[in-house]
């Protein structure tokens, strides 16, 4: 059974930081691309960040380029991809989703796997 488990959500004020981790497991992800989107109420869900397999092409969305970092722990068994969030904003408040795909791209529809999700509050 594949596993994309997201952790790390939580209420931070506007200007803190918050570090988002997804682990994935039961399938062997070697060679994929992770991807972080999000989904504010009321609004479609959004790409904020990829990452290729080998970590060296990432792409940002540009509402949080600066701000946020994307990258990946490529273990054996299990792979998790993190997303350093800082200086937060209002705007960032959302379902957070990290997903697993062949391509280092913007398109949801690109990614086969897809976690649970994991709230993300930010207060002004």
């Known amino acids: 059974q594949v596993l994309l488990v997201e952790s790390g959500g939580g209420s931070v004020q506007a200007g803190g930081s918050l570090r988002l981790s997804c682990a994935a497991s039961g399938r062997t992800f070697s060679g994929y691309a992770m991807g972080w989107f999000r989904q504010a109420p009321g609004k479609e869900r959004e790409f904020v960040a990829a990452?290729?397999?080998?970590?060296?092409?990432?792409?940002?969305a540009d509402s949080v380029k600066g701000r946020f970092t994307i990258s990946r722990d490529n273990a054996k068994n299990t792979v998790t991809v993190y997303l350093q969030m800082n200086s937060l904003k209002s705007e960032d408040t959302a379902v957070y989703y990290c997903?697993?795909?062949?391509?280092?791209?913007?398109?949801?529809?690109?990614?086969?796997?897809w976690g649970q999700g994991t709230q993300v509050t930010v207060s002004s």
């Open positions: 997903a697993a795909g062949g391509y280092v791209v913007r398109r949801s529809e690109a990614y086969n796997y």
């Open positions: 990452i290729s397999w080998s970590g060296d092409t990432t792409n940002y």
